[in-house]
């Protein structure tokens, strides 16, 4: 890949519409050249935002955004060298689809040739070949939507930002458009800050992950850290499908107590990873970890069956224990139809535990979390 992406920095960022409403704040991001970053958080959590003072459309309040290291608010557009894909799609009405696509290059000069050549090529990988001819107006919203996805890939700037780029576009499209994208960037090595509420696409494409909550970054991570080493409840709880199992336990004399007074998990053989006595946390657990037995023999606490879903390759069971507690399993050999009676084991090494106020992660350290005293890292059934 030839790196040609430029660095990308915000120092202190803040935005604020009113006095009140301070919707990003103090925010600090760097992006290396190249990098493919994603902006992930729920609707309303300041990502588009952000992308529109990255992209110098809107001043921040407070703070500098740096690109290419140089302050954002002293470069010219041309400087910056900056595409977006706007969620609206912002296309010019009385343009084609080719022209649309064209615009940006014939401003800057491109020769004919490299631009027939170029818009021939993202017009087929889009699927838009057919519709180069037609004016917005005679498009649908997914159509308009690769159309400006494409006339942001057309420019090759170097730095390339996306605002939920592929919302409107049909599940299958979506997938050849993710692989676009990526097939751009390893090709142009372009600085890509692509926002989205998915996490799913979020995982698919990120190099790096931004999780976004209340206009502040809560974590910044590889995709499988973020999934395995969550640095606090918002970022476990947003990332993986289905959703984290988390319920309230207190640590006492070497286990981990539920509510209801049920011993929910020994660590009496592990390192116990800081934890106080006698304190109540969050047990956080990925359904995947949850294992089901119809046996009682080496099990953690008994539990109903309330529901399976087949998916084929897996099945999804929703338990309830001391009848009260919802718990999620996914499993890949449910003996359909049996027994509503089931034991549930915990796998020790995949509990995360979070502060019950701040709910931090308890020990953000993978290494130090409950591994078997005196061995190495391993799957044991303890
Ligand atoms: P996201 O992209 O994460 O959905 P936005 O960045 O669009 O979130 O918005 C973040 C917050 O800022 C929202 O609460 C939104 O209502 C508010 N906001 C965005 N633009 C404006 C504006 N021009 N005036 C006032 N409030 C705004």
């Known amino acids: 890949m030839t790196t040609t992406g430029y660095s990308i920095e915000l120092e202190q960022m803040s935005k604020s519409y009113s006095k009140k409403t301070q919707v990003i704040n103090k925010m600090n991001l760097s992006v290396v050249p190249g990098e493919f970053l994603v902006l992930l958080g729920p609707s309303g959590c300041g990502k588009s935002t952000t992308l529109r003072i990255i992209a110098g459309l809107e001043a921040p309040t407070g703070g500098k955004v740096l690109i290419d290291g140089k302050d954002s608010a002293q470069l010219s557009s041309t400087q910056r060298s900056i595409a977006m894909v706007f969620q609206d799609y912002a296309l010019y009405p009385n343009m084609t689809v080719y022209q649309n696509l064209e615009y940006a290059l014939r401003v800057h000069k491109v020769p004919k040739q490299i631009r027939q050549q170029r818009l021939a090529k993202?017009?087929?990988?889009?699927?838009?070949?057919?519709?180069?001819?037609?004016?917005?107006?005679?498009?649908?919203?997914?159509?308009?939507?690769?159309?400006?996805?494409?006339?942001g890939m057309a420019k090759k700037s170097k730095i390339f930002l996306l605002d939920e780029p592929l919302s409107n576009i049909d599940v299958q499209l979506r997938e050849k458009a993710r692989d676009e994208i990526q097939r751009l960037h390893a090709e142009n090595g372009q600085t890509i800050i692509y926002v989205t509420h998915d996490q799913q696409e979020a995982m698919a494409l990120g190099d790096r992950i931004a999780v976004i909550n209340d206009g502040k970054i809560q974590m910044i991570d590889t995709p499988a850290n973020l999934y395995h080493n969550p640095a606090n409840l918002f970022v476990a709880q947003f990332v993986g499908t289905p959703q984290i199992n988390v319920f309230k336990v207190n640590y006492f004399n070497h286990q981990l107590i539920e509510e209801n007074g049920t011993v929910v998990a020994n660590l009496a053989n592990y390192q116990a990873a800081g934890l106080v006595e006698d304190t109540d946390y969050l047990l956080g657990i990925r359904p995947e970890n949850v294992a089901v037995s119809l046996k009682a023999a080496n099990t953690d606490f008994p539990a109903e069956v309330e529901s399976v879903v087949d998916y084929g390759r897996y099945q999804q069971v929703t338990l309830r224990a001391f009848?009260?507690?919802?718990?999620?399993?996914?499993?890949?050999?449910?003996?359909?139809?049996?027994?509503r009676n089931v034991y549930v084991k915990l796998s020790r090494e995949n509990l995360l535990l979070f502060d019950d106020q701040t709910h931090e992660r308890l020990d953000a350290n993978p290494e130090a979390r409950f591994v078997l005293k005196g061995g190495q890292r391993r799957k044991v059934e303890a």
Not at 143 to 150: D, F, H, N, S, T
Not at 323 to 339: F, H, I, M, N
């Open 323 to 339: 009848d009260r507690l919802e718990l999620k399993a996914v499993v890949s050999d449910w003996p359909v139809g049996t027994t």
């Open 122 to 151: 993202i017009l087929a990988s889009l699927n838009l070949t057919n519709y180069k001819d037609r004016f917005p107006a005679q498009l649908s919203g997914g159509q308009k939507q690769r159309v400006a996805l494409g006339r």
